[in-house]
């Protein structure tokens, strides 16, 4: 008995040791995006209805360095209780953006305008990864693809 549990401990320090070294790399690149001023890399954010302020929300690479450029398509959804032009305006425009050899983020940015929203409508906007040219992981790792988009609220104050 003393020798099979020997046995099984040997074999799982093993298993265990052999499994994976300290100094190998995670070589597994994805685009994710957040809120520039944001450590905690919510999915969501708000602005206030009276705010005059510019926002950055930044498409992140996070990779070993490229050899070639990585282009990130993404949607910008706005919601059915805003309007561009009254509630914001957008600084960064297009679709695309560029990452070129040595450059890991590339930032959207948004000016809010003051304007109170209704309510019972969405006052959402929503920055949405959709591919990548390289085939990147969009989000991070794993299923749920946590931070492929991030969505701001607009509400009152």
Request: glycine share 10%; charged share 25%; proline share 6%.
């Given at each position: 008995m003393?020798?099979?549990?020997?046995?099984?401990?040997?074999v799982a320090t093993a298993m265990l040791l052999s499994s994976c070294e300290k100094d190998e790399p995670y070589d597994h690149p994805f685009v994710y995006i957040i809120q520039a001023d944001?450590?905690?890399y919510a999915a969501t954010s708000t602005v206030s209805s009276q705010a005059t302020v510019v926002r950055t929300y930044n498409i992140c690479l996070s990779s070993k360095e490229l050899t070639e450029n990585l282009v990130v398509d993404y949607s910008f959804t706005v919601g059915d209780g805003l309007k561009a032009g009254?509630?914001?305006?957008?600084?960064?425009t297009g679709s695309q953006v560029v990452f070129v050899p040595g450059v890991y983020s590339m930032p959207i940015r948004i000016r809010w305008l003051p304007n109170e929203v209704d309510t019972s409508k969405d006052n959402t906007v929503t920055i949405r990864i959709e591919n990548t040219n390289l085939g990147f992981t969009i989000?991070?790792?794993?299923?749920?693809?946590?931070?492929?988009?991030?969505t701001i609220r607009k509400i009152n104050m």
């Open positions: 003393i020798q099979k549990i020997g046995f099984i401990l040997a944001d450590n905690s009254v509630d914001f305006e957008r600084m960064t989000g991070f790792p794993g299923p749920d693809q946590l931070s492929r988009q991030h």
